[in-house]
């Protein structure tokens, strides 16, 4: 096994002895993603709103009606609140309680000097908190670092070695999860450890020069599902795809437009209700 690894992929430590190909992977710009279905929707008669954040939900009793923004009360017959990690905070002052932990992932941008790979390379698998099971669906408290945990700095950072191949010949490495409670990162700890992970797992990479490194946070649900459904009359959740939003984004989407217009969702519902950890 270990001779036909290398012979995928010559430059892998000799240390690797086995792996999985597999041949359902397609590399996608999320930017490029994001104009495209902007203009899509543009196209179909939608009206995008840059540079206005929502501010709040606006609700008489248990119905939901609109948002307030920079510019203005926006009214709306249904709001989908598709806003991350941000998601619970927005719901919060209307009653719903959403358990998404946030969960910050590193990348970083190096330039080898000769392409190395023919594939994408992936190592082991993530968790939110290394050393926890996943928590059950009657415990969505859980999956939150507890004041004594955060205190004492316990939060895990679970790095797993993934390297994607650019086009332009420059590799992404990564990645991660770590708790996180801030829009921005304080430290770069965590992408010096995905760096020595790429190299140790590459060596062929350590004298890389490193162009850049960036972090995202994403929304993880306690099952690590996303939540799509009804929560308030008139508010739909859209949260919780952890570091697979991209991936998902698309049949979320189509579920969630099947729910909202009252016509035959896609798939079932239920393993996606928000109100499964009640």
């Known amino acids: ?21 597999l041949h359902e992977g397609h590399r996608v710009d999320p930017l490029a993603l994001t104009v495209c279905l902007g203009t899509l929707a543009r196209q179909a008669g939608a009206a995008i709103r840059h540079h206005c954040p929502a501010r709040r939900l606006v609700g008489r009793g248990d119905h939901v009606t609109g948002v307030v923004t920079d510019d203005g009360v926006l009214g709306a017959d ?3 609140l598709a ?3 941000w998601s619970s905070a927005i719901a919060r002052p209307l009653g719903v309680s959403l358990p998404i932990a946030s969960a ?10 000769r392409p190395l790979f023919h594939h994408w390379i992936q190592s082991g698998a993530r968790r939110l908190l290394a050393g926890r099971d996943p928590a059950p669906a009657s415990e969505p408290g859980s999956l939150m670092l507890s004041m004594r945990e955060f205190g004492e700095a316990a939060e895990a950072r679970d ?33 010096r450890i995905v760096a020595a992970q ?6 062929a990479l350590a004298d890389a020069p490193v162009l850049a490194t960036w972090s995202g946070v994403r929304p993880v649900s306690p099952d690590e ?18 570091s697979e939003g991209v991936i998902l984004g698309a049949g979320s989407a189509e579920q969630a437009a ?8 896609p798939f079932e519902p239920a393993p996606f209700d928000p109100g499964r950890f009640d």
């Open 78 to 80: 249904a709001v989908v």
């Open 198 to 203: 790429a190299s140790r797992l590459v060596p």
């Open 159 to 191: 790095v797993s070695p993934m390297i994607q191949p650019a086009p332009d010949g420059s590799v992404l490495t990564g990645t991660s999860r770590e708790p996180s409670f801030a829009a921005e990162p304080l430290d770069l700890d965590v992408p």
């Open 225 to 242: 599902r996303p939540m799509l459904g009804w929560v308030l009359d008139g508010l739909f959740v859209a949260t919780g795809h952890g």
């Open 1 to 21: 096994m270990d001779e036909r690894v290398h012979e995928l992929e010559p430059e892998l430590s000799p240390r690797v002895l086995e792996a999985y190909l």
């Open 258 to 265: 099947a729910l909202i217009l009252g016509s035959e969702p």
């Open 104 to 113: 910050r992932g590193w990348l970083v941008h190096a330039a080898p000097e």
């Open 83 to 85: 806003a991350g990690p």
